[in-house]
């Protein structure tokens, strides 16, 4: 069975706090992103990994950075957090070219 | 540009209706493909179907089914006999070929209430 996992469903942090989120899958998928879903602006591609230690940015990648060190494993790193970051992050995963793109169940986070 | 639209905000149905969702797409690319996601309270995106632009086939998988028309560019789907379970914001997504990053480009959204 398809398995993308994120370690912290509903995580409350403090402004200015270093907010690491972390997505593993164990399909071997080449391919893993990060997006974010707000109310009214839909999900939108924070950044995106083809590789091992490869990353591309996405649509809105101010504020965040990312690593993958091995092939199971993206992680989403808000260096200093913000109120405007409060929202639910989903991480995904696909072995690439029009494969299905599966998500993990996402996170809330909330910056006060 | 590629863009995908879903035009229904929200729909309301009783439990054993049928409901329609409807998806229209815009892409220049030859080959793309196109996807259905579930999204239950919980949160998590769910994948239903995924679907190239080449097989142009309906699809029916039990209670669920997809009409895919090129000629309009849409890719609907629709809930036989819907449930209370069947609630949830349903998202349409395309993925085109020219894509170098695996986007998806996802719709709106339709959020689906099933009342008893």
């Known amino acids: 069975d398809v398995k993308v996992t994120q370690s912290s469903r509903y995580l409350v942090k403090r402004t200015g706090e270093k907010v690491f989120l972390e997505c593993v899958q164990d399909m071997d998928h080449e391919n893993m992103f990060w997006y974010r879903q707000d109310p009214g602006l839909g999900l939108r591609l924070i950044y995106f990994?083809?590789?091992?230690?490869?990353?591309e940015k996405g649509d809105i990648p101010e504020g965040y950075s990312v690593s993958r060190e091995k092939k199971e494993r993206f992680s989403l790193i808000l260096e200093s957090a913000s109120t405007n970051q409060t929202s639910m992050y989903l991480c995904?995963?696909?072995?690439?070219?029009?494969?299905?793109?599966?998500f993990g169940e996402g996170s809330w986070l909330t910056v006060v | 540009a590629q863009k995908v639209t879903q035009a229904q905000t929200e729909i309301s149905v009783v439990e054993k209706e049928d409901v329609t969702l409807d998806c229209v797409y815009e892409?220049?690319?030859?080959?793309?493909?196109l996807f259905w996601y579930k999204q239950p309270p919980s949160g998590e995106l769910v994948f239903l179907i995924r679907?190239?632009?080449?097989?142009?086939q309906n699809e029916i998988s039990g209670r669920y089914s997809w009409n895919f028309q090129k000629s309009t560019s849409s890719f609907n789907f629709t809930i036989t006999a819907s449930q209370v379970v069947d609630s949830a914001v349903y998202f349409c997504a395309l993925l085109g070929r020219s894509s170098n990053t695996g986007k998806l480009i996802f719709g709106q959204g339709t959020t689906l209430q099933v009342k008893p």
């Open positions: 892409t220049r690319d030859t080959t793309y493909y």
């Open positions: 990994s083809y590789d091992v230690k490869m990353k």
């Open positions: 679907r190239n632009s080449f097989d142009e």
């Open positions: 995904a995963s696909s072995s690439g070219g029009g494969n299905t793109i599966y």
